[in-house]
């Protein structure tokens, strides 16, 4: 029988929490070899200490997820060609900024029957057109890229809190039953759905909606004003999503992936933590200052991801048809004030 290797290009909060989640299986399961890869973008601690070397002391990420041991058989990887170099099973989780150059490094580096999967939220936007980061890795690297997204902040998952989420793959039913296998555990409930368009999307919209709430929260506007919010976000996600892949399919909208993962980024994510501090300042600070102050080095992606969205609304003549997307976008960049998201976003009862 085939034993697979594992490696994680990435180790922030959300991919330290991963590699738990992984470590504990490969150690049960016999088709994957036990020790799991990880690698981390290296950084000197304020100790002088690398963070690699901590991370194989200690079996634990101080920086992005401290406290939380992620099993003796992770082993972090400051270099990122020699930890991809043996690995069958890639798993891709940074912030979507910084796939685009990875991808570079890592063309030609990879195995021929590498298999990957995206958990990263997020698209970049060319010239050409969007591209879904899972898109990004298949072309660039030439491998067959599922995605995973659900309800999922990891710090709840980190201490076993249960959670669900969604694996969409394009064709091959038993490369995602693999994926589910690798990260299934009885507090972190995994099922497969065939629309990979439409779980990314899902996952990349939704930050995007959790800028909104966190916009309602800051200005005080009550939990009525932040379920409106989120249900016209929801229904720009889905009417967003159509225009892009028609096949994106209405079911994957009531997945973790969907309706789910809204919900909790809304209540409980840093996207919405940081948008309510901006709203709360009226504008008047930065959102990265506001990143670098209240997140520690941990990355939002919601209001890149806004700017990437109104990129695609303007190249597609879509403006007029997702005013709270459009809206969000205005109010990060300052051309709109916070309190616009319920005067513009209100408009988009209209559409149905
Ligand atoms: P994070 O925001 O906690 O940490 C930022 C990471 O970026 C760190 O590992 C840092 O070392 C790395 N980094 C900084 N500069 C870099 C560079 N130049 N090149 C490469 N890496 C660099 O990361 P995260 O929470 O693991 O998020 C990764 C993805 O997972 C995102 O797309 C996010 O939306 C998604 N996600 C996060 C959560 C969560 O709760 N944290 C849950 C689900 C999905
Ligand atoms: P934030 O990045 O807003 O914390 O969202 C995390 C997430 O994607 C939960 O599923």
């Known amino acids: 029988q085939k034993k697979y290797r594992v490696t994680i290009v990435g180790s922030g909060n959300w991919g ?127 491998v067959n890229c599922c995605v995973l997204m659900g309800a999922n902040i990891a710090n709840e998952i980190a201490v076993e809190k249960f959670s669900e989420a969604t694996i969409g793959y394009r064709e091959d039913e038993e490369v995602a039953q693999r994926w589910v296998r690798l990260f299934s555990t009885p507090y972190f409930l995994v099922s497969a759905v065939q629309d ?76 919405r933590k940081v948008a309510e501090a901006f709203a709360r300042t009226g504008g008047k600070r930065s959102f990265n200052e506001l990143e670098a102050e209240l997140l520690q080095g941990q990355k939002l992606q919601g209001v890149s991801t806004a700017r990437e969205v109104y990129e695609v609304l303007n190249q597609r003549g879509w403006q007029e048809l997702f005013p709270l997307f459009r809206t969000v976008h205005e109010i990060c960049i300052g051309r709109l004030p916070p309190s616009a998201i319920v005067q513009h976003s209100g408009s988009a009862t209209k559409f149905s």
């Open 16 to 142: 330290s929490v991963a590699a738990k989640l992984i470590a504990s299986n490969t150690l049960k399961l016999s088709s994957f070899h036990d020790e799991v890869r990880m690698w981390v973008f290296e950084e000197t601690l304020q100790t002088g200490e690398k963070l690699t070397d901590i991370i194989n002391q200690t079996n634990e990420n101080v920086k992005y997820l401290p406290g939380i041991k992620l099993g003796k058989n992770v082993v972090a990887d400051p270099d990122l060609e020699r930890a991809v170099k043996d690995a069958n099973m890639l798993v891709f989780v940074t912030p979507h900024q910084f796939m685009e150059g990875i991808c570079k490094r890592l063309v030609g580096k990879i195995k021929g029957d590498a298999q990957a999967i995206s958990l990263i939220k997020g698209m970049e936007v060319k010239m050409e057109g969007p591209r879904m980061i899972s898109s990004l890795i298949n072309e660039q690297l030439g």
């Open 196 to 271: 990979v368009e439409g779980v990314e999307l899902c996952g990349t919209l939704k930050n995007v909606v959790a800028i909104a709430a966190g916009f309602v929260d800051g200005l005080e506007m009550g939990n009525n004003t932040k379920a409106a919010i989120m249900r016209i976000g929801l229904k720009e996600m889905k009417a967003f999503s159509k225009l892009m892949f028609p096949s994106v399919k209405d079911s994957t909208f009531f997945e973790s992936c969907g309706v789910a993962d809204l919900i909790t980024t809304c209540l409980g994510g840093r996207n």
